[in-house]
């Protein structure tokens, strides 16, 4: 199962992902050097009873809606992040009309940042937020508080996701194996790999025409 970040620049995506996981979805020297993501970031977010997700991190700046695309495809929870103190910006809206017409099935709006405001100005980008999302995949979705900072609202926000995850229906076991790339590279010995979650059925293998499919690993426990 993939959760997916989406939202304007700056609004606190992998911050988020940061204190959900602990691990740092931003790979790149340079974007830690920026502190803005440019690419795709990835976590793994696990519960106490087994529950497990992969959390799929995208950038948030018009020039990278490209890379966003990439991550949004096969997100099975959506975690629309809106900072608190800005309220929804040009790429709220642009990610909500892509993940709308990817018919992402669950969603949790995140209003982060909430440390630098006060419970007015909370009510007031509520209604904001409950406006921007009206008629998109988000319409009707849990809006959950949280700061990074604090750590207010992470636990409310961890019993979303786990819901959402919970409520999702079963995977076909027999519709056709997809698999969205996130990563492609050459190994001395082995060739061109390529990794990530599988999607829409809970089987794989190869087909007897895939002649140049060598092996099929399961993913591993970390990333």
């Known amino acids: 199962m993939i959760i997916g970040t989406a939202g304007h620049v700056d609004h606190g995506k992998s911050a988020l992902v940061r204190a959900l996981t ?16 440019l690419d795709l970031g990835f976590a793994r977010l696990r519960f106490d009873d087994g529950v497990e997700a992969g959390i799929v991190d995208v950038p948030g700046h018009e020039r990278f809606v490209h890379n966003m695309l990439a991550g949004a495809t096969g997100m099975d929870v959506l975690l629309l992040v809106v900072a608190a103190n800005e309220g929804p910006r040009p790429q709220t809206f642009e990610h909500l009309a892509i993940l709308s017409l990817l018919a992402v099935p669950a969603a949790i709006v995140v209003l982060t940042k909430v440390d630098l405001i006060d419970e007015d100005e909370l009510a007031a980008v509520r209604a904001d937020v409950r406006l921007a999302v009206a008629g998109t995949v988000a319409a009707g979705a849990p809006v959950v508080p949280v700061s990074a900072v604090t750590g207010a609202g992470l636990g409310e926000l961890r019993a979303q996701i786990h819901a959402a995850l919970a409520g999702l229906p079963p995977r076909a076991q027999h519709a056709p194996a997809y698999l969205p790339v996130d990563r492609a590279f050459t190994m001395t010995g082995h060739g061109t790999i390529v990794t990530d979650e599988r999607s829409r059925s809970t089987t794989c293998a190869p087909p007897p025409s895939a002649e140049h499919v060598r092996s099929l690993l399961p993913t591993p426990s970390t990333r």
């Open 22 to 37: 602990g691990t740092e979805p931003d790979r790149w020297e340079e974007e830690r050097r920026r502190g803005m993501t």
